[in-house]
């Protein structure tokens, strides 16, 4: 059995001049990266793939170094979409907290969560036909991350599937799946606690 995997990426840094696709990683993103990617951990991994976005990127570029496997860059990966600029943490967690409370509405510019969902799984889909029998890590983003867990674990998208709710809330977790069986083989893991 070829398991895969869905790494979020870990803090960033917030830039409020730039989209958030081209934040990058916060300095403390990249040593909790550094620390856990000094461990021997993913070594199955056969193929990472990453959304476009430049913080998932950044990460999965330092992990394709270090197994020394191919690295795909899939924009159908990438975060629910969001088009509202840069806002005070209040209104981001109104509209986080809408987003999961009607996963099929847009609130304030966001893409649905179920539409988020659909997306991912198609993204994920396509890579695993593409790529039969091998490991694939994907890093991602906590929402698309968390819409594609409840769809393996044949549970509807809720806040308290988010990551932020299981493990380390400045992101940098982990959950573990077999594609093949369409089952969810952890919850999410924070990567310092990952084995």
Known sequence: MALSYYLT????????????????????????????????????????????????????????YKLDVPLLIDPNSNENYRTTPVMSASAFEELFAAMYAEPAKSSGGWEPALDTQKRIVAAIDQQHRAHPDKSI??????????????????????????????????????????????????????????T
């Open 9 to 64: 990426h870990p803090e960033v840094l917030l830039h409020p001049a730039q989209p958030p696709t081209e934040w990058v990683l916060s300095s403390l993103g990249r040593q909790r990266l550094m620390r856990c990617f000094a461990r021997d951990i993913f070594t199955d991994v056969d193929l990472i793939v990453t959304s476009d976005e430049a913080k998932t990127t950044e990460m999965a570029t330092h992990l394709a």
């Open 137 to 194: 890590l994907f890093a991602g983003h906590g929402t698309s991350g968390t819409a594609l867990k409840c769809h393996l674990a044949q549970r509807p998208i809720s806040r308290e599937e988010d990551q932020r709710s299981m493990a380390a809330e400045g992101g940098g977790n982990v959950f573990a799946f077999d594609w093949a069986k369409q089952r969810l083989v952890s919850d999410w893991v924070a990567l310092e606690d990952w």
